[in-house]
C-alpha cells in the first residue's frame, strides 16, 4: 500500500461547509463587523513568517486594532461568538456520503488516521459523532502557524508517527490544505464539486467528489 497513514481537514472537507454557512447566516448579519476582523487578522497571521507562541492573543491584537477595541474584550468576544457559539450548530449538520464508511475502511485496513483543522475540531468531532476513528488530532492555531504554513502538518506527522511522504493529506482548499501538505512533503488529495471545473497549480495527486471514490484510490 502507498500510504500507511490518511489525514483529513474536517470544514469542507468531512461535511459540506455550506450546510453551516446557512445557519449562520443571522450571525454573519448581526456581527458582521467583528467577522471582518477576524478575517483581516487570519490573512495578516496566514502572511506572516513569524510562530506565534500564542496564536490567539496575536489575533485578538490584530482584531483589536482593526476595530479599535480592547484585545482582551475583543478576544473573549471571539472566543464566547465564534469558537464556542458556532460548535452547536455542529449537532445538526450531516456529513458527506460515506464518510464514516471511507474512516472505518481505512481503520480495518491498518491505516493510521489524523485529522487536521485550522479550527480547535475536538467539540465539533463529539458533535458529528467522529470520536474514536483518529491516531492523532491537530489543530493549526495551537501549532502557531495557520495553513498553508508546513509547521501545524509537520506536527501532525510526528504525532501519528509516520514520515511526511508515508501520508495522504485529504481536504478542500487548494490554497491552504493541498499547498501546505505538499510544503511538509505529504501528498494531496482534493474533494470538491464535480460542476466546478478550475486549474489547480500545483495539482492535487487526487481529486474526488465521492467518497467511494477515495477508498478505490487509497486501497488500489
Request: aromatic fraction near 12%.
Amino acid at each position: 500500500m502507498k500510504f500507511t497513514a490518511i489525514a483529513f481537514d474536517l470544514d469542507g472537507t468531512l461535511y459540506p461547509d455550506s450546510r453551516l454557512f446557512i445557519r449562520l447566516i443571522p450571525f454573519v448579519i448581526r456581527e458582521h463587523r467583528l467577522l471582518l476582523a477576524f478575517g483581516h487578522a487570519r490573512r495578516q497571521l496566514r502572511q506572516s513568517e513569524l510562530c506565534e507562541a500564542n496564536l490567539y492573543e496575536a489575533q485578538a491584537a490584530l482584531m483589536a486594532e482593526y476595530l479599535k477595541r480592547p484585545a482582551e474584550e475583543v478576544r473573549e468576544k471571539t472566543e464566547k461568538l465564534i469558537y464556542r457559539g458556532w460548535e452547536r450548530h455542529f449537532k445538526k449538520i450531516r456529513l458527506f456520503p460515506h464518510v464514516k464508511e471511507t474512516l472505518e475502511v481505512f481503520k480495518k485496513e491498518g491505516l493510521k488516521l489524523g485529522l487536521l483543522s485550522d479550527f480547535p475540531p475536538e467539540k465539533k468531532i463529539e458533535f458529528l459523532n467522529l470520536n474514536g476513528y483518529w491516531d492523532a488530532i491537530g489543530c493549526s492555531e495551537v501549532s502557531g502557524r495557520l495553513k498553508p504554513d508546513p509547521k501545524s502538518f509537520l506536527d501532525l506527522a510526528r504525532e501519528l508517527d509516520v514520515p511526511a511522504e508515508k501520508i495522504l493529506y485529504v481536504g478542500n482548499k487548494h490554497s491552504y490544505d493541498v499547498i501546505g501538505a505538499r510544503r511538509a512533503g505529504m501528498r494531496t488529495a482534493l474533494v470538491k464539486s464535480p460542476f466546478i471545473v478550475v486549474s489547480l497549480d500545483p495539482a492535487p495527486d487526487f481529486v474526488f467528489h465521492d467518497y467511494r471514490q477515495l477508498q478505490k484510490y487509497v486501497l488500489n
